[in-house]
């Protein structure tokens, strides 16, 4: 009762829902100074977890709660909110507003993708996210091994393999080259990315069963089993899997720009030890980075003073000291590419023994791979797990270890997930995707 | 003096109303409600199209669904034949009255129900783990030809269910079964020893028909548990595991219903899954009543 009869706080003119400490941190002087000009509404932002901004927010969206005007959401929480008819989505269309304005050719075509659907745009992308390969330099470069002429997965693991001899006689290889498994779809989709395929192509059309999907994720397979196993695995934010990456016994790993500033925070053991390269491409000449994880700004349709609110997201996103401030405490590297000549980005990074990891970043960032914003992409994602768990059995009963052996299983398998994956998009008759005619 | 003039015809109810407004609108409404959530297909309450039993016969013929029913349909009897017996041994062993340490035992036991769910998938998760796990340590160390990497989680997903559940639900249900077995006539017991009977005929034909009403209570909800079943697989496996073999009913509701946002569809399985348990209830209460009668 007393809780429920306690003075509200007045809220304020503009408000903005944020899921992470760091950004609102980040936000606040520019909040600051909007606030100093006399003629602007007050701007506040809130900082809430992710769960609960997500049920606040998709109550608003669905039942009429009250909604900030302005709100942090990443693609987790997005495909719910996308999963209605174009007409009921309750962020503000913004497609018309980036183009007028000229926004949107300041920002990374790519980055836009993930905050697309039907062809509209929901969301001003608060980040690219490429993926370059961390490797550990101290154990790589005391063997004697260079790296920087690597193109592709067969030459890496082609010159890495003899770091994984049992030297202290234990049974096991001392070191294993990669941290992918087939339990973790999401690193499987990254690679699919990068070879070309993924779960959905930009209309938003499932495209599970391709063959290069297939081709990828029988390659992936075959590094977890038998005598081409190369990969091990160990989980990011998770006690026994920072230990095999401190410990050494894994050498590479998938690293988006997010993950390398929390390796900054979590594992500052390994200091000086890692280094950055692009990702070793599928095929000489290929595609050398891919993409994992995003943020985007929206308004609510229903906010009280959209014009306001647009002009304040633009202060927030297309600003040069929060892009500079993102990249200094978070690693991430921003989406607006007029900041990426920023000087900051060339940096030498002690962490990344020196290297200007920004600029590394930043080489890759115009050829992340497009994504889609499906509803059914964690669906899709499961679907792609089970696939490549049941590719592992099969392998390990028929002793099968080369990828071309698992290609034509792999490709049955995931023929099967996308039939699974299908079924449940079709049930929906709010969102309905324009199949190609065979 | 009337006993309506002492008490006003209303007062029960005023006593009532607080029970039955808040059942009202936080069960009642919601429960019915769910009814006809079931047969729609929504995007929040503003978006809804009426699908009559659409939901229901894509149910039918949803084989996830099905691994669901089969998966939670194995643990079950995981619990109802591994975990069951295991506590009512227990109990047997802890009724001894010549036993040392009776009291510690019996805590032993009992405390890993004091922990959550959460804390033992967290812990079966460290044992199980393929390269840094106790149990693949503990086997190198005594048979150094086992696999040192074995993926006890993805080979086995229901066994280690089943452990973990085990673990933790034994020393619970153990102490049904010791309360019960403590209500048990003595002197029938020392009638049926004069006679002649040895300890499984005592079991069989004296303890067993004393402690089968709480036997088939501590059934029904060892059934009902086991069938709500979502947390352990959650995290214990994070999702539903190799192949879905994981995949609970509860597991699945929560996947459409709060993953993917297909409200109706996910009120549809709480559905089926609501009208098992009461037909098995109704089942559990026949059966009873038979035996009691």
Partial sequence: MAVALRPRPMRPDLLMWTFARPHQEMYAPVLAAWNAEPDRPKAESLLLTTDALQRRLLSGFLSGTPLPDLVEVHGGIIAQIFRGPIDRIGFLDLTDRLRESGVIDMLNPPSLSPWTTRGRIYGLPHDVHPVLLGYRADLIEAAGIDLTQIETWDELIRVLRPLMADADGDGLPDRYLLNIWETNPELIDVLLLQAGGGLFDERERLIISSDLNAEALATIVSWTTGTNRIAINAPEFDAAGNRLRLEGVVLCSLLPDWLAGAWQLDLPQLAGKVKLMPLPAWRPGGRRTSVMGGTMLGLPREGRDIERAWTLAQELYLNREVARRLYREAGIVTAVRAFWDDPIFDEPNPFFSGQPAGRLYIDQAPHVPVRSSSPYHRLALAALGDAAMALKMQAEQHRLSAPSQLKPLARALLAQAEQRVRRQMNRNVFFQIEEPTP | ?293
Wanted: no cysteine.
């Fill in chain 2, 1 to 293: 003096m009337s006993r309506a003039r002492i008490y006003p015809l209303w007062a029960p109810w005023l006593f009532l109303a607080p029970f039955v407004v808040l059942f009202g609108v936080f069960m009642a409404y919601p429960l019915i409600s769910s009814i006809g959530l079931s047969l729609q297909q929504t995007y929040g309450p503003g978006t809804s199209v009426s699908v009559g039993l659409k939901n229901y016969a894509d149910l039918i013929r949803d084989p996830l669904f099905w691994i669901a029913v089969r998966n939670t349909a194995l643990y079950t009897a995981g619990s109802l034949f591994v975990q069951l017996p295991i506590a009512l041994g227990l109990a047997l062993l802890l009724n001894r009255p010549r036993l040392r340490g009776r009291a510690w035992f019996r805590l032993i036991f009992f405390s890993p129900s004091l922990v959550g769910l959460v804390f033992v998938a967290t812990l079966f998760g460290l044992i199980l783990h393929e390269r840094e796990g106790l149990l693949n340590a503990a086997l190198a160390r005594v048979w150094p030809a086992f696999p040192r990497e074995f993926p006890w989680l993805q080979r086995f997903v229901m066994p280690a269910l089943i452990l973990a559940s085990l673990w933790m639900y034994a020393g619970f249900n153990m102490i049904y079964f010791l309360a019960a077995l403590q209500t048990v006539d003595q002197t029938l017991v020392e009638a049926a020893r004069v006679d002649g009977a040895g300890p499984w005929h005592v079991f069989r034909h004296v303890t067993w028909p004393a402690i089968a009403p709480v036997s088939g209570f501590v059934a029904l909800l060892s059934v009902i548990g086991s069938m709500q079943l979502f947390e352990l697989p959650y995290i214990l496996l994070g999702g539903p595991g190799p192949e879905s073999r994981g995949l609970t009913i509860v597991m699945y509701l929560y996947q459409n219903g709060f993953e993917t946002g297909d409200l109706g569809y996910a009120a549809a399985i709480g559905w089926v899954l609501a009208l098992f348990l009461i037909g098995l209830a109704l089942v559990q209460r026949a059966l009873q009543r038979e035996a009691l009668s």
